[in-house]
């Protein structure tokens, strides 16, 4: 029996998971229309690549992953585009997003599938074909898949010892992992080989927490089937067990160090879902475009749905019949998950769960009152933080004490909140923080490129200068070297200057001699009359010469 | 007697000697200061303090030839920064100089004769184009600072205020009601 570790801190909050578990997951009807974001995924948002009026294919590609961080979007069901506009999306801001609505046809037609054999294809070939499949992380993160698998096969330097598989599920209510183990057991093995095959790891571990002897079992006998050398661990149920880095603990001993990546230590860790929907891409050629989400809470009939991404969440929630008293709705767990201000938001790839929730279920939070240094959130903190003085520095904004604190260790899992005796909302206080660090990060980053870019460019204005003071010069020397036996030359007006005030004086001389050889035809051969007339004129212009002398000298008082 | 005097002119001779030889050793190449000036300046190189780019009106910070409020693009937080730097007192904008929201450039480029002005006025080349070409903005490269405005004959440059979307959106600070109230608008505060 392999030894298990402990983690500081955690909390045991009520599961509630059973409610949701009773049955079977079922395949969501066929939605009249699909909203798909094409931002699903951590990092850039993907572009789309259909235009409206379009027909498109199940599986088809609509958006394209765009920069390195990024992946790729599929239609879910194949029908017509009738729109690529900002739409609402679930997200903590309420701000729309650039979507792609699909209205299916009904037909459900797949495009060309083609299932890969991972272990004849190149490791560079089979990353492209999951960023290609939308692979992302399903755990809560969205990080897309192909770069967690990234540079390790061919860097030396690090060697992947184990693989990690997460089945943990820590989080309450929420039961889409677990329900997803016992029925598509078979297939999240395959996933957890071809992603050991790829990093080349060594062992693979799968965790799962406790409270899911079902899940465990058909693990088990799933693994046994394969005849694979993995093992199916039973962690303890504490919350937040689920999280990589803590899971990475518990079944290795092993800790992330801050600011470090599992990789550093010879770990990866990959999400139950996700390495199903891995099989799904490279065995079968099917890209991520459903997932089994979790509805339950304040519901008549609670259960997991496989359900299309872009399906409104209104639709979704109403298969399972919310009862009267339901107040509001949370996207993901009670612990980590966001309200939504309405319903009528499309599923997206992080949507694990909905939970509908009345204020019987969840109760108002008590108002907050003053922090009392209690250090029950130290108690629990899994990241071993000071949570009441990253609480004071967030609060009283000051950023630099809170980063110096280990801010950005922070998992965000809400255990603090959740002991806090005086209800503080610490984790809105942390993340206010830490995106006005990351956001003041980005400031900084462009200023500095900024200033880099305006000192180049000064220095090209410079440079540009000298450069043309150079050329003229290399040019009157050249005009000069051209004609050396000119006798008026003398060897020392060889210098810039002197040879400049030739040239004006050669031109004036030119000028000069011109105008002597032209006479002005308008004063040969005039009549007298003519004549006289001039002279008249030329008597009034010194009369007045001689005015406008004597006012110079004699100014009027 | 003389002993003392000799043996005080050798130490003042070694002691100037060790520290004529550092001043040329050690010799800080500009004003650490000044740098450190430019650190904070928000480099939009808009010259709406007065001086022809933030590294100038870094100097003559130091100099103590100008006011610390003078840069609107680095906002209050700006000057906060440069008071602190400095040790003096926290200053506010004078009216005329209110920061504004942080926009970027934009050519109209149906509009756009091509005269190479704007490219030629742009402090940090975040203008592409060449002369009867099309002119456009490469748009994460902008400051904002507004010096292409001026030169453009045909006015086709205009300013667009970035907004906030989904990627760029920042958690807001806690902000919750005293006391739970039933009312459409709960009584704000922050904590």
Redesign the interface.
């Known amino acids: 029996m392999r030894p298990l570790f402990a983690f500081h801190g955690g909390i045991h909050p009520p599961a509630n998971k059973a409610q949701s578990t009773q049955l079977p997951v079922l395949r969501a009807p066929l939605p009249a229309k699909l909203t798909i974001p094409l931002?699903q995924h951590a990092g850039e948002?993907a572009k789309p690549v259909v235009q409206v009026g379009d027909r498109v294919l199940k599986g088809q590609l609509i958006g394209e992953p765009e920069g390195f961080i990024s992946s790729s979007i599929h239609a879910p069901t194949s029908g017509t585009i009738t729109a690529v506009d900002p739409q609402a999306?679930p997200?903590?801001?309420g701000?729309?997003?650039l979507c792609i609505t699909l209205i299916p046809d009904g037909k459900d037609e797949w495009i060309a599938r083609q299932a890969v054999d991972y272990r004849t294809l190149p490791a560079d070939e089979l990353r492209h074909r999951l960023r290609m499949s939308g692979i992302v992380g399903l755990g809560g993160a969205v990080f897309p898949s192909d770069i967690k698998l990234r540079p390790l096969r061919d860097h030396p330097n690090k060697i992947i010892d184990t693989l990690i598989i997460n089945g943990a599920e820590c989080e309450p209510y929420i039961t889409c992992d677990d329900m997803l183990m016992r029925e598509r057991a078979a297939d999240i093995v395959q996933g957890a080989e071809m992603l050991r095959f790829t990093l080349a790891a060594r062992e693979v571990l799968i965790g799962i927490e406790d409270n899911k002897p079902e899940a465990i079992a058909a693990m088990r006998r799933a693994v046994a089937d394969s005849g694979l050398p993995f093992e199916v661990l039973a962690v303890p149920t504490l919350y937040p067990g689920g999280s990589a880095k803590h899971l990475i603990k518990v079944l290795t001993g092993l800790e992330v160090p801050s600011g470090a990546l599992p990789t550093d230590i010879g770990v990866q860790c990959f999400n139950v879902a996700t390495t199903y929907s891995v099989a799904r891409a490279l065995a079968h050629g099917e890209p991520l475009i459903s997932r089994i989400v979790t509805v339950t809470g304040n519901v008549h009939q609670p259960r997991n749905y496989e359900a299309l991404l872009g399906t409104p969440l209104n639709e979704l929630v109403a298969l399972s019949a919310p009862l009267p008293d339901t107040a509001r709705y949370i996207m993901g767990g009670p612990m980590m998950g966001m309200p939504l201000d309405t319903l009528a938001l499309p599923l997206v790839k992080a949507g694990n769960c909905v939970i509908a929730a009345s204020s019987a279920l969840f109760p108002?939070a008590p108002?907050?009152m003053p922090c009392i240094r209690c250090a029950r959130c130290a108690q629990v903190c899994p990241a071993e933080l000071q949570p009441m003085d990253l609480y004071w520095f967030a609060?009283a904004?000051d950023f630099g004490k809170a980063q110096a604190f280990s801010l950005f260790d922070c998992i965000e899992c809400g255990a603090c909140s959740y002991v806090c005796p005086s209800h503080?909302?610490l984790v809105?206080?942390y993340?206010?923080a830490?995106?006005?660090i990351r956001?003041r990060e980005q400031?900084k980053i462009?200023?500095?490129?900024?200033?880099e870019?305006?000192e180049?460019?000064e220095l090209r204005i410079e440079r540009e200068k000298q450069e043309k003071a150079e050329r003229l010069a290399a040019k009157e020397k050249a005009a000069l070297a051209a004609k050396p036996a000119a006798p008026a030359t003398p060897p020392e007006d060889a210098s810039p200057e002197n040879s400049a005030q030739r040239k004006i004086q050669a031109a004036l001389d030119h000028a000069q001699a011109q105008a002597a050889a032209v006479t002005p035809k308008n004063t040969v051969n005039l009549s007298p009359e003519q004549l006289a007339e001039i002279a008249k004129i030329e008597a009034r212009r010194a009369h007045i010469r001689e005015l406008a002398q004597s006012d110079v000298e004699h100014p009027k008082e | 007697m003389l002993a003392a005097l000799l043996v005080m002119a050798g130490i003042a001779i070694v002691l100037g000697a060790v520290l004529g030889y550092s001043a040329i050793k050690f010799r800080v190449e500009g004003n650490p200061l000044a740098d450190k000036i430019?650190a904070i300046?928000?480099?939009?190189?808009c010259g709406q303090c007065g001086y022809p780019?933030?590294r100038p009106y870094a100097d003559a910070i130091v100099n103590g030839e100008a006011d610390i409020n003078l840069c609107p693009p680095g906002g209050e937080e700006g000057i906060h920064k440069l008071s602190e730097l400095l040790g003096v007192e926290f200053k506010p904008f004078g009216s005329d100089m209110q920061p504004k929201p942080k926009a970027v450039a934009f050519i109209d480029e149906a509009t756009c004769i091509g005269c190479t002005l704007c490219i030629q006025a742009c402090?940090?080349?975040?203008i592409a184009g060449a002369a009867k070409q099309m002119h456009t903005i490469i748009a994460a490269?902008c400051?904002g600072c507004e010096l292409c405005l001026p030169p453009c004959p045909v006015d086709c440059i205009s300013m667009k205020t970035i907004g906030?979307?989904?990627?760029?959106?920042?958690?807001?600070?806690?902000l919750?009601?005293?006391?739970?109230t039933s009312q459409e608008t709960p009584l704000v505060t922050s904590?």
């Open positions: 931002r948002s999306i997200h903590p801001s701000l729309p997003d108002p108002p907050a609060r904004k503080i909302p809105q206080y993340r206010f830490k995106s006005e956001a400031e462009a200023a500095d490129k900024a200033r870019r305006h180049y460019r | 430019d300046l928000p480099q939009t190189q780019g933030c402090p940090v080349d975040a490269e400051t906030e979307d989904v990627g760029n959106w920042k958690w807001k600070y806690p919750f009601a005293l006391r739970p904590a």
